[in-house]
């Protein structure tokens, strides 16, 4: 530990004008890592993809091996089997864990620092709005993906380094894998970040931001439910966002079973310009409330 | 050395006129920004940190625009915010190191100008704890450390004494002293404690109702009250106000038997004390009016 002289020097480093919003990336994902609350959703939030990471190697054990004794049992179970099936549910299933741990990142991201004044010394720093909002957005993304994508990616590794047949070419057929989950895990979490932070950038606190979220989320699908119930018709659940996600996710990985409408009559496009469309409403929201603190 | 340069500026708040086209040169020193609540003193501030958008006007810092080059006006202003501002779990060392990082320091940077921040303003020995467990005076510390940790030019401090014993007080108007004389940094300081502008500043800038009353030498404000008295006669002095009139001192009665006088150049304040005895009228005071910031400025107010 240097010991520093009581007197006040100059500053002759070097300024770092580019790139500003990483250092609110950093900043954000630094505080929350550090908080028990984070690590304790985090690790219920990674129960899944360990039973998944078992599930691969039991699959491919069993598959390579005739004689394994859980052979036989593993070949008649049709949701043991490890395909692009598989990693839909796993990103699907991981969507409550995501939820929660995107309220608890995200939620007090801007309004803590608004409640705290601290917006007034920030934004008096040469920092943009656009770098903070970046920055705040992409460190909630970060723990989305930390949930969904990159165990997927874990969860190929481990399927590609127990197959007898691997070899560095077949990793290529990973490719389609690997970006069909990336794009399904973007249309849940991005929308969900991009929710939360609006929600915070317009709520006092944090708790009435996640009340307000789940709220919204629960009037959402609420309203979607007893729409196809009283109007018989199942396709009005695609009102519903985490309906309208999951359906996305469906498509993402040609998965052609009807899990929620009749599916003839639904169109993709309608339900991909209902996430892309509330995603920039909840982006806009947020735009607008930083922008203010910014610029006045 | 930092200068500010403000042309017609006028700010307002939809319909209301916070700041009506006011003009004003702001010299390098340590310059007091005075007036009562609501004159218009916060608004002045964040005008020049960009917070607000002047409606007419122009402003230039050390030769750049506000709002056109705000960033690189940041890069060059430490400003020290009047409310309290904490975030609760991050210990004052990692808030200063963040501060210094959106600036645009390295982490390394950051880090090393932080430890030498916080021991310049004196909280070396709590630069770890959460700054949710720090006094209000380690809080008015911390804000002068974010506020000094980029090395700026110009330095805005709004209400910097808030909030602090005298002791606190005295030490942060010492820091502020030391940094404005020594690093040669251009210190505006906005506060309600006339006595502070008074020990520290060089310049004034008197608001009141979005208008400029007085923006010069607090040295000149001062001396140009050196001729004016407040006396206190015992009645009857209906007498010694027309020997008064005779000598052309210009009087004004104020309550309690109280009279404010202003001499004319040349003319001794003994003068006074001979018509009073040629009048037979006791005086039962007699108080230089220069000299207390706190009338001057009630009196730019009342006037």
């Not at chain 1, 990674?46 to 593993?74: C, E």
């Not at chain 1, 069909?180 to 932070?197: E, H, N, R, T, Y």
């Not at chain 1, 599916?263 to 930083?290: G, K, P, R, W």
């Amino acid at each position: 530990m240097p010991v520093y002289p009581f007197t006040y020097r100059p500053f002759e480093g070097k300024y770092i004008r580019r790139f500003r919003w990483w250092v609110v990336f950093s900043e954000e994902v630094r505080l929350w890592n550090k908080s028990r609350v984070f690590q304790l959703l985090f690790l219920l939030g990674i129960i899944q993809p360990l039973i998944r990471f078992f599930q691969v190697l039991a699959y491919n054990s069993a598959m390579q091996d005739p004689n394994h004794p859980l052979a036989p049992l593993i070949r008649t179970v049709t949701w043991l089997k490890v395909d692009a099936e598989m990693y839909y549910h796993f990103i699907r299933l991981q969507a409550p864990s995501v939820l929660i741990l995107l309220l608890f990142v995200g939620a007090g991201a801007i309004c803590a620092d608004r409640k705290n004044r601290l917006w007034e010394i920030y934004f008096s720093k040469p920092i943009h709005w656009y770098d903070y909002l970046i920055g705040k957005i992409l460190a909630v993304c970060f723990a989305g993906y930390a949930l969904t994508f990159l165990p997927s990616l874990i969860l190929m590794f481990a399927d590609y380094i127990t197959q007898k047949n691997s070899s560095i070419f077949t990793l290529v057929n990973y490719l389609p894998l690997i970006w069909k989950s990336f794009l399904f895990s973007s249309v849940m979490v991005v929308p969900c970040a991009l929710g939360i932070i609006a929600g915070s950038s317009i709520f006092p606190t944090e708790n009435i931001t996640v009340i307000s979220v789940i709220t919204i989320i629960v009037a959402n699908t609420t309203l979607a439910g007893l729409l196809s119930n009283f109007l018989k018709d199942a396709n009005y659940m695609q009102i519903s966002l985490p309906v309208a996600v999951y359906f996305m996710g469906q498509k993402i990985f040609n998965i052609t079973r009807n899990m929620f409408f009749r599916t003839e009559d639904i169109s993709t496009l309608n339900i991909l310009s209902y996430i892309l469309i509330s995603s920039l409403v909840f982006l806009f929201i947020s735009i607008i409330q930083v922008r203010k603190a910014e610029r006045g | 050395m930092g200068y500010i340069e403000v042309e017609n500026l006028t700010v307002t708040y939809d319909d209301f006129v916070a700041i009506d086209d006011i003009s004003l040169y702001i010299e390098p020193g340590i310059i007091g920004l005075i007036g009562p609540n609501g004159a218009g003193k916060t608004t002045l501030i964040r005008t020049f940190l960009g917070f607000l958008r002047p409606k007419k006007g122009r402003i230039t810092i050390s030769g750049l625009k506000v709002p056109k080059d705000i960033l690189s006006v940041r890069a060059m202003v430490g400003h020290m915010p009047e409310k309290e501002v904490v975030s609760p779990k991050v210990s004052g060392v990692n808030f200063l190191v963040y501060c210094g990082r959106l600036v645009g320091m390295s982490y390394v940077d950051a880090l090393e100008r932080a430890h030498e921040v916080l021991n310049y303003v004196g909280l070396q020995e709590a630069r770890y704890r959460p700054m949710q467990t720090y006094s209000t005076g380690m809080l008015q510390r911390l804000k002068l450390a974010q506020a000094i940790l980029h090395d700026p030019k110009i330095l805005i401090l709004d209400e910097p004494t808030n909030g602090l014993d005298p002791d606190g007080r005295l030490e942060m108007l010492n820091l502020i002293k030391e940094i404005a004389e020594q690093r040669g940094v251009t210190t505006i300081l906005s506060t309600h404690l006339l006595p502070d502008v008074q020990s520290l500043c060089n310049q004034v800038i008197l608001l009141r109702k979005g208008k400029v009353e007085y923006c010069g030498s607090l040295k000149e404000l001062m001396e140009s009250r050196v001729n004016q008295y407040e006396i206190t006669v015992q009645e009857p002095y209906e007498e010694f106000l027309e020997a008064l009139s005779r000598c052309e001192v210009r009087y004004e009665i104020l309550p309690q038997n109280k009279i404010s006088i202003s001499l004319p150049d040349g003319l001794d304040y003994k003068k006074v004390f001979e018509c009073a005895r040629l009048t037979s009228t006791i005086i039962r005071s007699f108080i230089p009016a220069s000299g207390n910031l706190s009338e001057l400025f009630q009196d730019s107010l009342q006037g």
